[in-house]
């Protein structure tokens, strides 16, 4: 997400977080939208190729069942042994931490991210293990199904009925150094059984969803490194929508569409009032109906205040990568016109990096 | 609705990269070697082996068809051999490179529309592709990497894809294969790291393929879904605005190169949106005798780039082109007009009296869209 333009200060705190991020193992997650989609094997492929390469590896934890193309990749590799825990009635195979750092490899392999740990063991979560083996300088390779991810189970659930139980905070995905994701279409999934087609839809919608997920990761960290960079501003890798509110803007109807233009292109919808002068109570009121909608239609809301709106409009969309400004005929009051030119014009004119979207005035809609 | 007697298309699919060198071709012919296992007539129509050892070693065991020779100017080229597919008749061929252009003088311009008889003729085809050849992305991938990308092909023929594979690797790995001379020899590749392959542009392209990927597998479920009503999620595919009329994109085109900007632009968020796409250039006389040849050679070229991506385009006669631009939204009803900015510099004096000051004054009931510049 790109934001305010950093000060000195806040991107000298950014080399240091960088700097620290260097003396911790690099974690990279292969993410798929379901199991079978070749997650362990892309893991385990890399693995081999790093070893290949001279790479110190480990293997930490591997899932039992696995097919026999990953079986004989298996074999050229080193396994630490995991430690077998009677938990909940069984005996539970447990990620030996211990173990894998007194070894200390420069890659460890981890299998199945979301695990839980059985009570008493180490950490309660086999994610807090693998933050363990960074923290240790210990660089993680690891697999992931989306249908694991916490924050993301009211979506899944929304597509399967299901909820997870054993869970990964999102938190912990974005803060990956790398993140590929692992995608074939669910057809490929059915290969060997009748292929149904409720069960292709549900496939689908996850897939679409893990794509989504991974293009915000990689937009997150693209927008990382150019800050770091010092580049200021960056487009065309994401779509960003600003819808400009005035007291007599047609708010509804630039927020709807501006909503489903934003759900369309999967992209951030944000709102700004720019707070020139003392306004009538009745604009007052206006105004923050205006903004209450943004907020019920999921725009991030901005207020600033300004002498004058069109220069604060295009900072603020500069500063924020917009890529379509929604603005209303509105803007336009002919005695301010008459005395300084038109807002609009000024507008239309300036954001020439952007594509403006002029509304109607409220009331002149709908009469073609 | 298909007609009585369909002929049986072959399956297309799409393995999708977001640079040269991810492994779409490696990926590509797993899946063929995988298909032929299962009992498939597999051939390879075209492979370039780019001298990739591993990759060349994918294609052990299946059937190559030769290419064809071209000559032109002196020069010979290889070109895939489309006829000599079609007489072999397998069930499945793999075509590398789907954004090609073929040599001038081969029975067809692009490789897309060899692939599109491939089909036509009952003949599956596994192909390889990278976003930025998308029509549609053409302006933004030369904005972000300076890269005007050349061979393009028509959004429209990727949305056909029965499957889109995205096939990923990280930037850095793409950039270690390439220092380790496995993509490009020595040369070319330390070129390309500062340029094409520098981390943010890979990023960059990275997540449009993915965010790209995710849009066609949306498209392909409110089809469904609008074939299906009763499993409807999505809403229909025929979308409409808030008032309830359905998204029509007028785009105005001029004579000025940035008329292409504007087509690309209006055609992608129409597809985004699901909108009806049209474009028009609006002139005094519909012959454009008032226009020297080369503007008419220019207005010609953009209406039929357009027609090329499916948005139906005209001349409409108008003796003040800002009023037949609002005529012709209103009798169709568009929801949107698509505007560029006037060519002169200085807000105050080019935009009073131009069209599109005209416009915004006129259509004061409809959304007018400005494109933006494309810059760099």
Redesign the interface.
């Given at each position: 997400m790109p934001g305010k333009r950093p000060s000195p200060e806040e991107l000298l705190r950014r080399i240091e977080a960088e700097e620290q991020q260097t003396r911790r193992g690099r974690l990279?997650i292969f993410l798929g939208y379901a199991s079978r989609v070749g997650k362990s094997f892309r893991m385990l492929d890399e693995g081999r190729r790093r070893k290949q390469r001279g790479q110190d590896v480990v293997i930490g934890y591997i899932q039992g069942k696995l097919g026999s193309d990953v079986s004989h990749v298996l074999q050229a590799m080193e396994v630490i042994p995991g430690l077998k825990v009677w938990g909940n009635g069984k005996e539970e195979d447990v990620m030996d931490v211990v173990a894998i750092l007194r070894r200390h490899p420069q890659v460890c392999l981890v299998d199945e991210l979301a695990r839980d740990n059985p009570p008493g063991s180490r950490n309660p979560k086999r994610w807090q293990d693998v933050k363990e083996l960074l923290d240790n300088g210990i660089t993680v390779v690891t697999a992931i199904n989306l249908q694991y991810i916490a924050e993301q189970q009211d979506a899944i659930e929304k597509i399967t009925g299901k909820r997870a139980s054993q869970t990964v905070p999102e938190a912990f995905i974005r803060s990956a150094d790398?993140?590929?994701?692992?995608?074939?279409?669910p057809?490929d999934l059915h290969q060997d059984a009748p292929s149904n087609t409720?069960d292709t839809?549900r496939l689908?919608?996850l897939?679409?969803l893990a794509?989504?997920l991974?293009?915000e990761v990689?937009?997150q960290?693209?927008h990382q490194?150019?800050e770091l960079?010092g580049?200021e501003t960056?487009?065309?890798?994401?779509e960003r929508i600003l819808v400009c509110i005035t007291p007599r803007s047609n708010a509804q109807?630039m927020l709807?569409?501006g909503r489903?233009?934003a759900e369309?292109?999967?992209c951030d919808l944000l709102a700004l009032y720019v707070r020139q002068r003392a306004l009538s109570a009745a604009d007052e009121e206006l105004v923050e109906n205006h903004l209450a909608l943004a907020r019920e239609f999921g725009a991030k809301v901005h207020v600033v205040d300004a002498t004058s709106s069109v220069p604060a409009i295009l900072e603020f969309a500069r500063d924020h990568a917009i890529?379509q400004l929604f603005v209303g005929?509105s803007l336009t009051t002919r005695w301010h016109d008459f005395l300084f030119?038109n807002p609009?014009?000024?507008l239309?004119?300036?954001?020439?990096?952007?594509?403006?979207?002029?509304?109607?005035?409220p009331g002149?809609?709908?009469?073609? | 609705m298909t007609s009585p007697n369909p002929p049986k298309k072959g399956r297309f699919?799409i393995f999708l990269g977001y640079a040269a060198g991810v492994g779409k071709t490696y990926q590509m012919l797993d899946e063929g070697q995988e298909l032929r296992r299962k009992g498939l007539d597999v051939v390879v129509g075209y492979f370039e082996p780019h001298g990739r050892q591993d990759t060349i070693a994918r294609t052990e065991g299946l059937e190559i068809i030769p290419r064809r020779e071209v000559v032109y100017r002196g020069t010979t080229f290889q070109e895939m051999d489309t006829e000599a597919i079609l007489r072999r008749k397998p069930e499945v061929c793999v075509v590398d490179e789907l954004a090609h252009t073929n040599v001038p003088g081969s029975e067809r311009a692009k490789r897309w529309q060899d692939v599109q008889v491939l089909l036509e003729a009952g003949i599956s085809v596994l192909t390889s592709l990278n976003i930025q050849h998308l029509e549609s992305l053409n302006d933004?991938?030369w904005?972000?990497t300076g890269v005007r990308v050349r061979e393009t092909l028509p959004d429209w023929v990727v949305d056909q894809a029965d499957?889109?594979?995205?096939?990923?690797?990280?930037p850095?790995?793409l950039r270690h294969r390439l220092e380790r001379g496995v993509i490009y020899s020595r040369e070319k590749a330390e070129k390309a790291l500062d340029n094409f392959f520098a981390?943010?542009n890979l990023?960059?392209?990275?997540?449009?393929a993915?965010?790209h990927?995710?849009?066609e597998?949306?498209e392909?479920?409110s089809v469904?879904d609008a074939s299906t009503p009763s499993?409807s999620r999505h809403d229909s595919s025929a979308?409409a605005?808030?008032?309830g009329r359905k998204e029509c994109i007028l785009i105005c085109v001029d004579e000025r190169p940035s008329a292409a900007v504007l087509i690309r632009?209006g055609r992608r968020v129409a597809d985004?949106?699901?909108a009806e796409c049209l474009a028009i250039y609006v002139s005094p006389d519909p012959a454009l005798s008032h226009l020297s040849q080369e503007q008419r050679e220019a207005v010609e070229k953009h209406l039929g780039f357009a027609r090329n991506l499916r948005i139906e385009a005209s001349v409409i006669q108008a003796d003040v082109v800002a009023d037949g631009v609002v005529e012709f939204a209103?009798t169709r009803?568009a929801t949107?007009i698509f505007m560029g900015?006037s060519p002169a510099k200085g807000?105050?004096h080019?935009?009073?009296g131009s069209t599109?000051?005209r416009v915004?004054r006129l259509a004061?009931?409809?959304?007018?869209?400005?494109?933006?510049?494309r810059?760099r």
């Amino acid at each position: 997400m790109p934001g305010k333009r950093p000060s000195p200060e806040e991107l000298l705190r950014r080399i240091e977080a960088e700097e620290q991020q260097t003396r911790r193992g690099r974690l990279k997650i292969f993410l798929g939208y379901a199991s079978r989609v070749g997650k362990s094997f892309r893991m385990l492929d890399e693995g081999r190729r790093r070893k290949q390469r001279g790479q110190d590896v480990v293997i930490g934890y591997i899932q039992g069942k696995l097919g026999s193309d990953v079986s004989h990749v298996l074999q050229a590799m080193e396994v630490i042994p995991g430690l077998k825990v009677w938990g909940n009635g069984k005996e539970e195979d447990v990620m030996d931490v211990v173990a894998i750092l007194r070894r200390h490899p420069q890659v460890c392999l981890v299998d199945e991210l979301a695990r839980d740990n059985p009570p008493g063991s180490r950490n309660p979560k086999r994610w807090q293990d693998v933050k363990e083996l960074l923290d240790n300088g210990i660089t993680v390779v690891t697999a992931i199904n989306l249908q694991y991810i916490a924050e993301q189970q009211d979506a899944i659930e929304k597509i399967t009925g299901k909820r997870a139980s054993q869970t990964v905070p999102e938190a912990f995905i974005r803060s990956a150094d790398e993140i590929v994701i692992v995608d074939a279409p669910p057809e490929d999934l059915h290969q060997d059984a009748p292929s149904n087609t409720a069960d292709t839809r549900r496939l689908s919608e996850l897939r679409e969803l893990a794509l989504l997920l991974a293009a915000e990761v990689v937009d997150q960290q693209l927008h990382q490194s150019l800050e770091l960079r010092g580049v200021e501003t960056f487009l065309g890798s994401q779509e960003r929508i600003l819808v400009c509110i005035t007291p007599r803007s047609n708010a509804q109807r630039m927020l709807e569409s501006g909503r489903r233009n934003a759900e369309r292109f999967h992209c951030d919808l944000l709102a700004l009032y720019v707070r020139q002068r003392a306004l009538s109570a009745a604009d007052e009121e206006l105004v923050e109906n205006h903004l209450a909608l943004a907020r019920e239609f999921g725009a991030k809301v901005h207020v600033v205040d300004a002498t004058s709106s069109v220069p604060a409009i295009l900072e603020f969309a500069r500063d924020h990568a917009i890529t379509q400004l929604f603005v209303g005929h509105s803007l336009t009051t002919r005695w301010h016109d008459f005395l300084f030119g038109n807002p609009l014009d000024q507008l239309i004119e300036s954001a020439e990096a952007m594509d403006v979207r002029i509304f109607p005035h409220p009331g002149l809609h709908s009469t073609s | 609705m298909t007609s009585p007697n369909p002929p049986k298309k072959g399956r297309f699919k799409i393995f999708l990269g977001y640079a040269a060198g991810v492994g779409k071709t490696y990926q590509m012919l797993d899946e063929g070697q995988e298909l032929r296992r299962k009992g498939l007539d597999v051939v390879v129509g075209y492979f370039e082996p780019h001298g990739r050892q591993d990759t060349i070693a994918r294609t052990e065991g299946l059937e190559i068809i030769p290419r064809r020779e071209v000559v032109y100017r002196g020069t010979t080229f290889q070109e895939m051999d489309t006829e000599a597919i079609l007489r072999r008749k397998p069930e499945v061929c793999v075509v590398d490179e789907l954004a090609h252009t073929n040599v001038p003088g081969s029975e067809r311009a692009k490789r897309w529309q060899d692939v599109q008889v491939l089909l036509e003729a009952g003949i599956s085809v596994l192909t390889s592709l990278n976003i930025q050849h998308l029509e549609s992305l053409n302006d933004q991938v030369w904005q972000m990497t300076g890269v005007r990308v050349r061979e393009t092909l028509p959004d429209w023929v990727v949305d056909q894809a029965d499957e889109i594979v995205v096939v990923d690797v990280t930037p850095r790995a793409l950039r270690h294969r390439l220092e380790r001379g496995v993509i490009y020899s020595r040369e070319k590749a330390e070129k390309a790291l500062d340029n094409f392959f520098a981390e943010h542009n890979l990023s960059a392209l990275r997540e449009i393929a993915m965010r790209h990927a995710a849009h066609e597998i949306e498209e392909k479920l409110s089809v469904a879904d609008a074939s299906t009503p009763s499993a409807s999620r999505h809403d229909s595919s025929a979308s409409a605005d808030p008032s309830g009329r359905k998204e029509c994109i007028l785009i105005c085109v001029d004579e000025r190169p940035s008329a292409a900007v504007l087509i690309r632009r209006g055609r992608r968020v129409a597809d985004y949106l699901r909108a009806e796409c049209l474009a028009i250039y609006v002139s005094p006389d519909p012959a454009l005798s008032h226009l020297s040849q080369e503007q008419r050679e220019a207005v010609e070229k953009h209406l039929g780039f357009a027609r090329n991506l499916r948005i139906e385009a005209s001349v409409i006669q108008a003796d003040v082109v800002a009023d037949g631009v609002v005529e012709f939204a209103r009798t169709r009803q568009a929801t949107q007009i698509f505007m560029g900015r006037s060519p002169a510099k200085g807000w105050k004096h080019r935009l009073r009296g131009s069209t599109l000051h005209r416009v915004v004054r006129l259509a004061r009931d409809m959304q007018i869209t400005i494109v933006a510049e494309r810059r760099r």
